[in-house]
């Protein structure tokens, strides 16, 4: 469900309209300059495979500092400090000046997902025993992902937002796997060590 006004670029990231978007949104990179503010692997690969092309910042906060009640408070204000924080730092570069002289619209897109497991909030884990206890607890059970987009217009300051839901439900997921994942270390870069599409797991996905 979108809690917020749509616009071609606010729901790229999102999985259900990436499909038939796709045509529109690989014509419409041209004519756009963006950039996106994450480190995710997975909104990288999203990005490229709709061809555009765009270059990477990263925020660089303590996202621990920023505490909501509701989740989907939550990853939109996460999502609007990482683009203060990027837009902060294109001043200082030099690179903001450049954009503001520039013929091109330049679009900032920031984002952030938590999973919610038993009605628990779960960022990213921080130790190996963390990460043991998140993905135990997926095993022929469920989580729920919420995650925000958020696209700011660089020139004029204008911003889009919105979240969506998702539900994954898992079959057993055995302890060997469990601790293949944590030795790769990648479960420790997403949120609740969720990893819906790896090749060890995502044969556990029972439904989405």
Do not use: C
């Amino acid at each position: 469900m979108i809690k917020a006004r749509k616009t071609e670029d606010l729901l790229l990231l999102f999985p259900s309209y990436r499909r038939e978007r796709e045509e529109n949104t690989m014509a419409a990179s041209s004519a756009l300059r963006l950039i996106l503010g994450s480190s995710s692997a997975s909104r990288r690969q999203i990005l490229a495979e709709m061809g555009y092309q765009f270059k990477l910042l990263s925020a660089d906060i303590d996202e621990k500092e920023i505490r909501k009640e509701k989740p989907e408070e939550l990853v939109v204000a996460l999502a609007h400090a990482k683009a203060d924080a990027i837009l902060d730092k294109m001043r200082n570069n030099g690179m903001m000046k450049e954009i503001v002289d520039s013929q091109e619209t330049t679009l900032l897109i920031t984002a952030d997902q938590v999973v919610i497991h038993d009605g628990v909030i779960r960022e990213k884990p921080t130790t190996p025993e963390e990460a043991r206890k998140f993905i135990q607890g997926y095993s022929q059970s469920h989580a729920a992902t919420i995650g925000s987009v958020l696209v700011t217009n660089v020139k004029t300051g204008t911003r889009r937002e919105g979240w969506d839901k998702s539900e994954v439900y898992f079959h057993k997921i055995p302890n060997e796997v469990v601790e293949s994942l944590i030795e790769e270390g990648n479960v420790f870069y997403v949120a609740g060590g969720l990893l819906v599409e790896h090749p060890l797991t995502s044969p556990l996905v029972e439904a989405i």
